[in-house]
């Protein structure tokens, strides 16, 4: 895919959404560091679920430490592996403290040391809470990058790398939240809604539905 042609689909994805951000519900670095975390291998609906009742409760790590193992479970057992959840979420908050001065790093290497955070959740926390231009490649990210001839890669690291090198700079900051709606609402992975797509004429992907 060549420059012109990115630059098209960013441009029709800005012009249907201008200002596009998580639906994880956050009000603070902390709460969106906390949601990610707790957002893997789960969907936002379920996390936003549980910390609609846990966030008024514990909205720093101090509060969250204060709830313990079985109080953190109680809020959270809805979502997938909450057991290993609970751990890196009280030991995160622990860290916070002992190093951080309890608020969230700026600084990839600092975010990536805490239990449960990678480099997906790290990218998230760096460009939603302080608009860092990074790209966090979900599974949807990978598939529609891949699907559309956007930036293909076999791993996702592969993805991110071509998407950092390809993206134009005014379309970085938000180009993880233009991609990852577009794959959770039009470019599904059972079936892609093509004919509400606004970039399908764009698009490589051969077995356009119709």
């Given at each position: 895919m060549n420059a012109a042609r990115r630059r098209e689909i960013f441009q029709r994805l800005r012009a249907a959404n201008p200002h596009p951000t998580t639906e994880l519900i956050h009000r603070s670095p902390f709460e969106l560091?906390?949601?990610?975390?707790?957002?893997?291998?789960?969907?936002?609906?379920s996390v936003n679920l549980a910390t609609a009742t846990l966030f008024p409760v514990a909205d720093t790590p101090e509060r969250m430490l204060s709830l313990g193992e079985d109080g953190l479970k109680s809020h959270i057992r809805g979502i997938g592996l909450y057991p290993t959840k609970t751990k890196n979420v009280l030991a995160t908050c622990q860290i916070?403290?002992?190093?951080?001065?309890?608020?969230?790093?700026?600084?990839?290497?600092a975010l990536e040391a805490l239990p449960g955070v990678g480099r997906k959740t790290a990218n998230v926390v760096l460009n939603t809470a302080f608009g860092e231009p990074t790209?966090?490649?979900?599974?949807?990210?990978?598939?529609?990058?891949?699907?559309?001839?956007?930036?293909?890669?076999?791993?996702?690291?592969?993805?991110?790398?071509?998407?950092?090198r390809h993206v134009p700079a005014e379309f970085k900051p938000d180009a993880h939240h233009w991609l990852i709606l577009h794959g959770r609402y039009?470019?599904?992975?059972?079936?892609?809604?093509?004919?509400?797509?606004?970039?399908h004429d764009l698009c490589d992907y051969r077995d356009k539905t119709v």
């Amino acid at each position: 895919m060549n420059a012109a042609r990115r630059r098209e689909i960013f441009q029709r994805l800005r012009a249907a959404n201008p200002h596009p951000t998580t639906e994880l519900i956050h009000r603070s670095p902390f709460e969106l560091l906390i949601a990610v975390m707790l957002s893997a291998q789960a969907t936002d609906k379920s996390v936003n679920l549980a910390t609609a009742t846990l966030f008024p409760v514990a909205d720093t790590p101090e509060r969250m430490l204060s709830l313990g193992e079985d109080g953190l479970k109680s809020h959270i057992r809805g979502i997938g592996l909450y057991p290993t959840k609970t751990k890196n979420v009280l030991a995160t908050c622990q860290i916070l403290l002992d190093q951080h001065a309890g608020q969230v790093p700026r600084d990839r290497a600092a975010l990536e040391a805490l239990p449960g955070v990678g480099r997906k959740t790290a990218n998230v926390v760096l460009n939603t809470a302080f608009g860092e231009p990074t790209i966090a490649v979900d599974t949807h990210i990978f598939r529609v990058s891949n699907r559309t001839g956007l930036a293909p890669g076999k791993t996702v690291q592969d993805v991110e790398n071509r998407l950092l090198r390809h993206v134009p700079a005014e379309f970085k900051p938000d180009a993880h939240h233009w991609l990852i709606l577009h794959g959770r609402y039009i470019c599904k992975a059972r079936r892609p809604d093509c004919p509400t797509c606004a970039i399908h004429d764009l698009c490589d992907y051969r077995d356009k539905t119709v």
